[in-house]
């Protein structure tokens, strides 16, 4: 079945430790992007990358990074410089870039600090 | 930069009762308008969208949405809402800059 894929489902990670959430997908498509979750404050935009070997900074960047060195991967690190890391983080892709297309979602990761 | 609003946080309907959320966004350029769904432990799936044509969108389960461009509203509605209604939704607007913005979000909770 063709859809996106998230690892882990839960995932916990000590203060000071950076921390790597997967997500894959085989719908052959070329846009992927990166969200945040916060009770009352709707998915927030991370990263964003439009092809291969690129990416941008979405709306709350500081602390992420993320590589797109093949078109089906889209991995996140959360480091040890976001401030407030325990969310819900959903990945997501579109067959391409703005309008006329609409985004899938994979089932998200829990992430929390202890 | 753009922003959507979701007036409403929390909604407790009674099954059978008429639903009705709100959704504002401020761009005032073309837009692509569309309402997701989160049903409880499951991902974030697609109600219906709305890209070019009518304003009145009809998605699945018997919601639809009416884009009003001069209100910059997209709400969305169900005559009459189950039990399985129950979930948090999510208005979402593709505008500026081709940035797909995500509302706060409404949980809807039906009481059977």
């Known amino acids: 079945d063709g859809g996106i894929t998230q690892s882990p489902k839960y995932l916990f990670r000590k203060e000071g430790q950076n921390v790597t959430l997967s997500c894959e997908q085989n719908l052959n498509h070329d846009a992927m992007y990166w969200y945040r979750q916060d009770p009352g404050q709707g998915l927030r935009l991370i990263y964003y990358s439009q092809i291969v070997n690129d990416f941008q900074k979405g709306d709350i960047a500081e602390g992420y990074s993320v590589s797109r060195e093949k078109k089906e991967s889209f991995p996140l690190t959360v480091t040890s410089a976001q401030k407030n890391p325990t969310a819900f983080y959903l990945c997501?892709?579109?067959?391409?870039?703005?309008?006329?297309?609409?985004?899938?979602f994979g089932q998200g990761t829990r992430l929390t600090v202890v | 930069a753009q922003s959507v609003s979701q007036h409403n946080h929390h909604v407790i309907l009674s099954e059978a009762a008429s639903l009705e959320l709100g959704c504002n966004y401020s761009y005032g350029g073309t837009v692509n308008l569309f309402w997701y769904v989160q049903y409880p432990g499951q991902h974030l799936q697609l109600l219906l969208k709305y890209f070019s044509g009518d304003p009145l969108v009809k998605g699945i389960k018997g919601f639809e949405a009416e884009f009003i461009k001069s209100k910059f509203s997209f709400n969305l509605r169900k005559p009459s809402v189950q039990w399985s209604d129950t979930a948090e939704y999510f208005c979402a607007v593709i505008g500026a800059g081709n940035m797909l913005t995500f509302g706060g979000g409404t949980r809807l909770m039906v009481k059977p």
């Open positions: 997501a892709s579109s067959a391409g870039w703005g309008t006329n297309t609409e985004a899938f």
